[in-house]
């Protein structure tokens, strides 16, 4: 079994429409990120969390939200989804090592992505 | 504030070829540099990473890649492409603050033909 697991992988809705993504992980890390992937961009951080009571928003948290039920589990949510919310998604976790001043060391493990389309 | 760029969205080459692929950092604060792969309806992993000490650093399946502090780049390598190596790579510089925040830059498609 995958360590970071997404479900829905594949998911069409309309326009308005309430999405939830979830994301549950068996590393044991307390980090857990939302990522946004569209061709050309690369990957955009939209939320981050780095414990239960810890939530943070990314570069591009508008028109999403987010919610951290317990260490394991991290869902992503569109309250109304739009088209241009179209992409693939993905959750990472990470650990706290090598974390230091100014930078970081440690690694993302990421899930095999959940892929949404807005008609 | 960081920010990553890869130069060329597309690259092929042949099979037995050497693999290049460029990515220029900017940073306020010494860097530290990731490259990351993705295969085909996967999530992303780990390639190498830079963060202190030597300069050229060696990772999974024969990649490697030095930090050249100098020009502002980290360019992956590896000497000879095989046909798995097609794949989408990026590269990645961590945020400020200390924590695992990275930005990514656009990615690099890399084809591999016989």
């Known amino acids: 079994d995958a360590d970071v697991t997404q479900t829905p992988r594949n998911r069409i809705t309309k326009t308005g429409k309430r999405i939830m993504l979830e994301c549950s992980q068996t590393k044991g890390h307390d980090r857990m990120y939302w990522y946004r992937q569209d061709p050309g961009l690369g990957l955009r951080l939209i939320y981050y969390?780095?414990?239960?009571?810890?939530?943070n928003k990314g570069e591009i948290s508008d028109g999403y939200s987010v919610s951290r039920q317990a260490q394991a589990k991290f869902s992503l949510s569109l309250e109304s989804a739009i088209p241009n919310q179209t992409a693939l998604y993905f959750c990472?976790?990470?650990?706290?090592?090598?974390?230091?001043?100014?930078?970081?060391?440690?690694?993302?493990?990421f899930g095999e992505g959940s892929r949404l389309t807005v008609l | 504030a960081q920010s990553v760029t890869q130069l060329g969205s597309h690259v092929s080459v042949s099979e037995g070829a050497l693999v290049l692929l460029r990515c220029n950092y900017s940073?306020?604060?010494?860097?530290?540099l990731f490259w990351y792969v993705q295969y085909p309806n996967q999530g992303l992993q780990l390639l190498l990473k830079y963060t202190t000490g030597a300069t050229l650093v060696k990772g999974i399946n024969g990649f490697e890649a030095e930090f050249k502090k100098s020009e502002t780049s980290f360019h992956l390598t590896k000497p000879s492409a095989h046909m798995s190596d097609a794949a989408e790579y990026f590269c990645?510089?961590?945020?400020?603050?200390?924590?695992?925040?990275?930005?990514f830059g656009a990615g690099t498609r890399l084809a591999v033909h016989p």
């Open positions: 990645a510089v961590s945020g400020s603050g200390g924590y695992n925040k990275l930005i």
């Open positions: 969390s780095f414990d239960v009571k810890d939530i």
């Open positions: 940073s306020s604060v010494p860097p530290y």
């Open positions: 990472a976790t990470s650990d706290l090592q090598g974390v230091a001043v100014g930078g970081n060391t440690g690694e993302l493990f």
